[in-house]
């Protein structure tokens, strides 16, 4: 068992849109921010976009604007909400501890097909 367990992929068609969700273990400290990440196929692993203890966000370009990034404390949860989603969008999500990178699990597939 991984420390994160991700959910929410889907294939779907242009424009439209999702919600990830990644369930963090106990072991997670809350004081950290999280991130979420994905690899497209052939493509390196790239950050999407992070969420702080606090609350503060940020967000690649690529995302910027059409992406929410939040956390329940009491759940230890972190969602990823992407609207117009295009095929730039396709590719296996991950969730992780920006700075630490704790072991990377399954994320789900995202696959978004014209």
């Known amino acids: 068992q991984g420390q994160f367990v991700e959910s929410g992929g889907d294939l779907v068609q242009p424009g439209g849109s999702l919600r990830l969700s990644c369930a963090a273990s106990?072991?997670?400290?809350?004081?950290?921010?999280l991130g979420w990440y994905r690899q497209a196929p052939g493509k390196q692993r790239d950050l999407v976009a992070t969420i702080s203890s606090g609350g503060t966000t940020w967000y690649t370009a690529s995302v910027r604007g059409r992406s929410t990034i939040s956390r329940d404390h009491v759940k230890n949860t972190m969602y990823l909400e992407m609207n117009s989603l295009n095929p730039e969008d396709t590719a296996v999500y991950y969730c992780?501890?920006?700075?630490?990178?704790?072991?990377w699990g399954q994320g789900p597939q995202v696959t978004v097909s014209s």
């Open positions: 106990g072991s997670i400290c809350s004081r950290r921010g």
């Open positions: 992780n501890v920006p700075g630490m990178l704790v072991s």
